[in-house]
C-alpha cells in the first residue's frame, strides 16, 4: 500500500482541493496522511466531514501552532503510516487522475522518484477555490486554455511521455526534488531517521533528506512527464530562517557520511 503524506497549515478551501483530487484517482490502494502543521478548528472540521464521506483511510495528525515545522509533523505523519511506500504533497497541491497510478509505476528498489508542478496564478487560484472547480477532473484540453490565458504558468509537464531510460540520467542530482510531490520507499526514509527537524522555518527540509539518500545510495529516478501536480497560488512563506537553513545544507552535501537525521523520525516510532 501507498501512504500519501499532505501536508497543511490554515487552508481548508485548497486540502478541500487536494483531497477530492485523490479521491478521484484511477488506483486507489492507498491511505492518506494529513500531516497538520497547527492549523485551527476548520481544517479538523473539513478533515472529519471528508473521513465521514470518503471511501479510504484519512488520518489526521496534528501538532499545535509553534511556527514553520514541516519536518517535524511530516515525520509524525509517516510514524502514523501504514504503507510501504510514501508520497509525499502539499495540501495545496490537485493531482491529476493517473498520479497515484503512475508513481506506483515508477516505484522502484533503490530510487526515490521526484515529480513536477505547473503553477496556477493568483486570480485563477482564487476563482477555482470560490467556484469549487473539479480542476483534477479537466481535460488536457482544458488546461492548455488555461495556459493561453496566462491561468497556468507551463503546459508542458502536463505531458505524459512514456520511456524509462531517460530517468536514470542524473541519479545524483536534488535539486528541484521537492516534497510537493516525492515518492520513497519508507524503509529508505527510515533508514536516514526522515526528516532533520533541526530545519525549522521555510527552506530545504526537503533537500536535505534528498541529499541524505543520495549519500545513503538511493538515486534519482526522474517523475517528470509522468506524474505532475497543479500548485495552487500562495503568498511566499515567511523566509526569515533561509540562510540558516542553507548553510546547514551546504555543509550536509559536503559530509557524504552524514546520512541519518540528528533529530528525526525515531522520536515517534
Known sequence: MISIIVTTYNWPAALDACLNSLQAQTD???????????????????????QQQASM???????DDQGFRAATIRNKAVAASQGDYLLFMDGDCIALPHFVARHRQ???????????????SRAYTQNLLKDRVALHSKSLLFLLG???????NRWLPLLHIPGQRWR??????????????????????????????HFEGWGYEDSDLVIRLIH???QRKEGRFAVPVLHLWHPQN?????????????ARLEDRGFIRAEKGLDQYV
Open 28 to 50: 486507489r490502494d492507498f491511505e492518506i496522511i494529513v500531516a497538520d502543521d497547527g492549523s485551527t478548528d476548520d481544517t479538523r472540521q473539513l478533515i472529519a466531514r471528508l
Open 57 to 63: 483511510t484519512i488520518k489526521h495528525i496534528h501538532h
Open 106 to 120: 515508477l516505484a522502484q528498489a533503490g530510487f526515490f522518484v521526484p515529480g513536477n508542478r505547473c503553477l496556477l
Open 146 to 152: 488555461l495556459r493561453c490565458h496566462g491561468h497556468i
Open 168 to 197: 536514470y540520467w542524473q541519479p545524483e542530482r536534488w535539486q528541484n526534488a521537492m516534497t510537493c510531490n516525492l515518492g520513497v520507499w519508507k524503509s529508505d526514509f527510515t533508514n536516514v531517521n526522515g526528516f532533520d527537524e
Open 216 to 218: 545513503n545510495g538511493i
Open 238 to 250: 515567511d523566509r526569515s530562517q533561509h540562510d540558516d537553513n542553507y548553510r546547514r545544507l551546504m
